[in-house]
């Protein structure tokens, strides 16, 4: 995995949370989490709030330190994350994890944007661990996207680790931005996809993902 490039995964912020919430440098999150709050004051007086009333007196440091959990994707180390999930397995045919919640904020509004991911591929001598891919999922998810390229990533993501014959990724979503604000239609959703090598290249290969994925007509 060492040997791996990832150049879509460039770090943007120096805050690595662990499992207890900190990365063991107080003050550069401190310093963040500052400046996070100090922009939410600005833009609760600036819509005609009161910043400084009972029921808004904590919300600065909530946004803050959600913050931390929607964009944690940023800051994940791509490598340990697989953790040497990576098994040798004598295997040919499609392996699929589909139904992946994932919940992403809109890089236009910053407002939410969530669904389901569905991602196949076929192994050629190595598969990955079944709990990675949904993490793999997330770790896209969990920053500013657009959903097309989310799905571009997922899928460029899987093929340079894994170096399977195919990769398809299917992503279904609905957006805020649309939805309460804008054109308000709440029933309008967005699919995209990536199919990559095998499921580009073999209509037949292509239309059986689509099948499992809840009977879907096969991608031209």
Known sequence: MNAINFPYLEKTSEYKPNKNGNNGNNGKVNARHEAIESAVKGILTNIGENPEREGLLKTPD???????????GYNIDPVKMINGALFHVDYDEMVIVKDIEFYSLCEHHMLPFYGHAHVAYIPDGKVIGLSK????????ARRLQVQERMTKQIADFIKETIQPKGVAVVVD?????????????????MVTSTVLDA??????????????ISGRKSID
């Open 133 to 140: 891919i949904p993490r793999i999922v997330d770790m896209f």
């Open 62 to 72: 909530r946004i803050a330190r959600m913050y931390d959990e929607l964009t944690a």
């Open 173 to 189: 979503g609905v957006h805020m931005c649309s939805m309460m604000r804008g054109v308000k239609k709440a029933s309008a959703s």
């Open 199 to 212: 499921f580009r290249n073999n209509p037949k290969t292509r239309a059986e993902f689509m099948q499992h």
